[in-house]
């Protein structure tokens, strides 16, 4: 018996002793555990207080990059353009009358080529006039590539040479009885209001100009402070604006209805450039509802702003017309 309780008590002894060697060998690895938690900590601490307005500027030029990145992707709607510090942001929409197919729209709009010059027009069509969306076509796309420079005589002159030779070939398909009455018409002249601007190789610069009531709204980052060009009021929209003629004889007077304006921004700029229809409403709305502003802002593609539209002309805020809109966003590269 003595010899069973000697074996028991060494056999207890070893297992005590197993366990403390157990133990002693854990703890160096669990205190290296920790400290290297403590050194992680430390760094992630460190990582997660950068400068504020180093972190603000990376955020911004990765934002814009991505805008760029995706430069290739953008919808027909939608361009980006990076010129000189700044990028732009363009989408342009119309819808047409309502009852009218989208051929029969008189609306027209343009945007430069130019990778040095950007420059935007709109233009609407005198429904009363004969071939008047031809008319406003050749007017925003001559704009956009030679700015200011098209009201020269020798300009209009050209572009009117294109709205008789596009005409002409229309009518030529014609019933033949019915082409006289076309000629006699096109003798009584073809209209269309204009506005578009210029933003030049000087930015922060912006050279608006319009003609008639298609008009050009802007803000600096302030939606309770837009300006416009021409300062019109809702009852100035009216049957007779003042417009661009495709006669000759007309040109004399044509300066006089041109309303001019270089305009000024810093960092950003928000601009509308729209037809009648949409101004008007803009021009009743802004004062007593400045989010309107932002409303049209937030519209990022065609689906949107058909939508936006309607849903005017059903609570009968916005005349059965031709509507177009382009909104131009410009932010700055670097901030």
């Given at each position: 018996?003595?010899r069973?309780?000697?074996?028991?008590?060494?056999?207890?002894?070893?297992?005590?002793?197993?366990?403390?060697?157990?133990?002693f060998a854990?703890?160096?690895?669990?205190?290296?555990?920790?400290?290297?938690?403590?050194?992680?900590q430390d760094?992630?601490?460190?990582?997660?207080?950068?400068?504020?307005?180093?972190a603000s500027?990376?955020?911004?030029?990765?934002?814009?990059?991505?805008?760029?990145?995706?430069?290739?992707?953008?919808?027909?709607?939608?361009?980006?353009?990076?010129?000189?510090?700044?990028?732009?942001?363009?989408?342009?929409?119309h819808?047409q009358?309502?009852?009218?197919s989208?051929a029969?729209?008189?609306?027209?709009?343009?945007?430069?080529?130019n990778?040095?010059?950007?420059?935007?027009?709109?233009?609407?069509?005198?429904?009363?006039s004969?071939?008047s969306?031809?008319?406003?076509d050749?007017?925003?796309?001559?704009?956009v590539?030679?700015?200011?420079?098209?009201?020269?005589?020798s300009?209009?002159?050209?572009?009117?040479?294109k709205?008789?030779?596009?005409?002409?070939?229309?009518?030529?398909?014609?019933p033949?009885?019915?082409q006289?009455?076309?000629y006699e018409?096109?003798?009584?002249?073809?209209?269309?209001?204009?506005?578009a601007?210029e933003?030049?190789?000087?930015l922060?610069r912006?050279?608006?100009?319009?003609?008639g009531?298609?008009?050009?709204?802007?803000?600096?980052?302030?939606a309770?402070e837009?300006n416009m060009?021409?300062?019109?009021s809702?009852?100035?929209?009216g049957?007779?604006?003042a417009?661009?003629?495709?006669?000759?004889?007309?040109?004399q007077?044509?300066?006089?209805?041109?309303?001019?304006?270089?305009?000024?921004?810093q960092?950003?700029?928000?601009?509308?450039?729209?037809?009648?229809?949409?101004a008007?409403?803009?021009?009743?709305?802004l004062?007593?509802q400045?989010?309107?502003?932002?409303?049209l802002f937030?519209?990022?593609?065609?689906?949107?702003?058909?939508?936006?539209?309607?849903t005017?002309?059903e609570?009968?805020?916005?005349?059965?017309?031709?509507?177009?809109?382009v909104?131009?966003?410009?932010?700055?590269?670097?901030v």
């Amino acid at each position: 018996m003595a010899r069973q309780s000697l074996a028991f008590s060494i056999f207890l002894f070893f297992i005590i002793v197993s366990i403390l060697l157990v133990l002693f060998a854990k703890k160096p690895v669990s205190e290296r555990r920790n400290k290297l938690e403590i050194d992680i900590q430390d760094k992630e601490t460190n990582n997660d207080q950068p400068n504020d307005k180093v972190a603000s500027q990376e955020l911004e030029t990765q934002l814009t990059q991505e805008l760029l990145a995706n430069k290739q992707t953008s919808s027909e709607s939608e361009q980006l353009r990076n010129i000189g510090d700044y990028v732009f942001r363009i989408r342009s929409f119309h819808i047409q009358k309502k009852g009218l197919s989208e051929a029969e729209c008189e609306d027209k709009n343009a945007l430069s080529k130019n990778s040095l010059n950007l420059r935007v027009a709109v233009a609407d069509g005198a429904t009363e006039s004969l071939f008047s969306d031809v008319w406003a076509d050749i007017l925003v796309n001559n704009y956009v590539e030679k700015g200011a420079d098209f009201f020269q005589f020798s300009e209009l002159e050209s572009a009117n040479q294109k709205f008789v030779q596009k005409t002409s070939q229309q009518i030529l398909g014609m019933p033949e009885t019915r082409q006289w009455f076309m000629y006699e018409k096109l003798e009584r002249g073809t209209h269309a209001t204009l506005a578009a601007v210029e933003f030049s190789s000087s930015l922060e610069r912006v050279q608006i100009l319009t003609v008639g009531d298609s008009c050009v709204f802007w803000c600096n980052g302030n939606a309770d402070e837009v300006n416009m060009l021409p300062e019109l009021s809702p009852e100035d929209f009216g049957s007779f604006p003042a417009s661009i003629c495709h006669l000759s004889k007309t040109w004399q007077s044509l300066e006089q209805k041109i309303v001019r304006k270089e305009v000024t921004f810093q960092n950003t700029l928000q601009m509308i450039l729209c037809t009648d229809a949409l101004a008007c409403w803009l021009v009743t709305k802004l004062k007593s509802q400045p989010s309107n502003w932002e409303r049209l802002f937030q519209i990022s593609d065609d689906s949107s702003f058909t939508n936006f539209i309607e849903t005017l002309r059903e609570q009968n805020n916005i005349r059965n017309d031709d509507v177009t809109a382009v909104l131009i966003d410009v932010l700055p590269l670097n901030v």
